[in-house]
């Protein structure tokens, strides 16, 4: 049943019933899962799927596992994070009214999605979708995914970047830092990344203080005042005067969101937001290739599961094939941080079946 649901997710293979039906027509299919002459019924797996709902706790054991075995194999997976937010439409009418300028739909197959706002893709305007959202945090520098969760559309994303840096720690994660997008640019987001020893990288969105210039660092005559370090414990950053004329020639700025401790200016605030992308080439890969859309089930619970089942077998699948590469050629690609390819990964599959 474990395999199935790997093989459900490596496929892309929308439903349970679809499935069975192709494992029922491939006899090697059914010996990598080991079934063979006596594949699952459909029923079989759905009454699977319903145990998992019932323990979930059991699902959770599993991906801290298979994040310990990915941490324990990639020393730098998980140190700096990228979050975000990403739609899931659900199984359900997603239009809004009625009929053209109608009333509001007021019921919906799947009443636990709700009205949320996604941006534009490619040739796909932006605006309200029904739905959920994904909230999740990825390793800015493997691009896996290290804590996620799924929330109703209308949730907002700012409240779940606590929640998710503390699974990511609690999973070992180091989280030095955290690239997130101007939606995030809450002073409350800052504060609790800072409780959690984890540095914010998020821009600046142009409210009334940035309007005004406060943002800026300070100046006296001499010019624009240099940064001189951050002392993290004391939740502050120096800045000095340009040529030290002035006295005092350096003064300590608190810490928040319109001075963070790494300057917006910096290079080194640049590269680490840089690195935010990973989440959401991520987000692309899940959906388009690990079959995360489109949603065939129906219910927080039951998306919630489909979306347990599927980032855990590409963390899996990747934790094989780490595995691989380590005990074929000990140097060469492992020390670059790669996968060999993905035919490896394909082999180890019934490696991973059995943990
Ligand atoms: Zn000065």
């Known amino acids: 049943m474990v395999g199935l649901a790997l093989a459900k997710a490596i496929y892309a293979v929308p439903t349970w019933t679809k499935m069975v039906a192709l494992v029922r027509e491939h006899w090697a299919l059914q010996r990598a899962l080991g079934c063979e002459g006596n594949p699952p019924s459909k029923w079989a797996a759905y009454r699977w799927a319903a145990k998992l709902r019932d323990n979930g706790e059991m699902v959770e054991r599993c991906i801290d596992s298979v994040v310990e075995g990915l941490r324990s194999k990639l020393p730098t997976y998980g140190t700096d994070l990228a979050i975000d937010a990403s739609d899931m439409p659900a199984y359900a009418n997603g239009q809004r009214y009625v009929y053209q300028g109608g009333p509001e739909r007021n019921w919906h197959t799947d009443p636990d999605a709700s009205w949320g706002h ?10 309200g979708f029904y739905g959920f959202k994904l909230q999740m945090a990825c390793c800015a520098s493997t691009g896996l995914p290290v804590a996620w969760s799924v929330e109703t559309a ?34 409350r987001v800052y504060g609790e990344c800072a409780e959690r020893d984890c540095e914010a990288i998020v821009p600046l969105r142009a409210t009334g203080a940035v309007v ?24 502050a950053a120096k800045w000095r005067c340009p040529t030290g004329e002035c006295a005092p020639a350096s003064t300590w700025v608190k810490a928040d969101r319109l001075h963070p401790l790494m300057p917006r200016e910096s290079q080194r605030w640049k590269a680490a937001y840089r690195k935010r992308g990973a989440v959401e080439r991520e987000f ?47 140097r060469s690609r492992t020390q670059r941080g790669q996968a060999p390819s993905r035919r490896a990964g394909v082999k180890a599959r019934p490696a991973t079946r059995r943990e």
């Open 154 to 187: 209308k949730a907002n994303e700012s409240m779940f970047v606590a929640p998710l840096i503390d699974a990511a720690k609690r999973r070992g994660a180091m989280a030095a830092t955290c690239a997130m997008d101007k939606a995030y640019d809450v002073n």
């Open 284 to 330: 692309g890969r899940l959906k388009n290739e690990w079959g995360l859309k489109p949603l065939r089930v129906r219910g927080l619970d039951r998306v919630r599961l489909h979306a347990d089942l599927t980032i855990l077998t590409k963390l899996a699948c990747a934790l094989s094939r780490v595995r691989a590469a380590s005990t074929d050629q000990p």
């Open 212 to 235: 005004k210039g406060e943002h800026r660092p300070p100046a006296c005559q001499h010019g624009v005042w240099d940064f001189a370090g951050a002392d993290r414990k004391r939740g």
């Open 118 to 127: 996604r941006s534009a893709v490619s040739t796909r305007r932006g605006g």
